[in-house]
């Protein structure tokens, strides 16, 4: 039952703009997805993480290995966004950031371009639905898969960026912050950059990424993921910081 308070806050309007698209995955839809797949033996407790339980980065990524076996066809992209579309504007959030990282999985036959045609074209079913949302995607690189998947996902979104009315917006860097190196990934960024995409990058959401994450700034990105360690009293520094004012960058998590 919601009491008054939460009944305030979800008509409140809202933006988001730190959505994963599979990260954001509701337990009823998680629930459909399992029905699905019974094959995969995917019992629910490995799917979430639950309020109030603490879990490391690491467990963290292992919960998106499952969600990622159990969203592996068109028909699921298509399911998962616009479920999760429709559930962000049932919390009244009237602008929506949403990024995924495009997958090709060869035993179903999906190829990274279908992928993002098909969140593409759940944005656009949503609209159809009247939704009272505003939603723009930004494509999402992996940075555990290297620089010429980086450069290879920038060539692709910058063709969404012309082709989707609109409605492909950016570039996200994210994946397992402890693995690769976003040094090796500036070229692909700073061709987005040129391109017109807009960049919104995962930054220092571990300690000791100093180097990496003044390369990043100096961009300097639209958005920031997380930013946990920038600050000095964490091990970060002033000069971060004030990049991220100067820039008057929004830092946002999920
Ligand atoms: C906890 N903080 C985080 N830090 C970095 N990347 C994260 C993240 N949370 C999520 N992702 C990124 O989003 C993907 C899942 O959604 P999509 O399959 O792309 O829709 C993860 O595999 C990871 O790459």
Redesign the pocket.
Known sequence: MENEADVFYRQLPKVELHA????SVSSHTIEKLIDRKPHLNIEHNMTAIGKGQRRT?DE??QV?KVI?QLVDTEEDILMVATDVIREFAADSVKYLEL???PREEKHTGLTKRRYIETVIRAIQLCKEEGLDIDVRFLV?I?RRNGPQVAMETVELAEEFLLSSNGLVVGLDL????TVGDGKSLLPALERAKNCGLKLSL?LS?VPSQLEESDLLLNLPPDRI??GTFLHPEVGGSQILVDKVLKNNIPLGK?
């Open positions: 994963h698209l599979n990260g980065l963290c990524f998106f990622h990024r995924s990282t999402a992996d994210s994946g397992d912050p995962h959401e993921g997380h999920t």
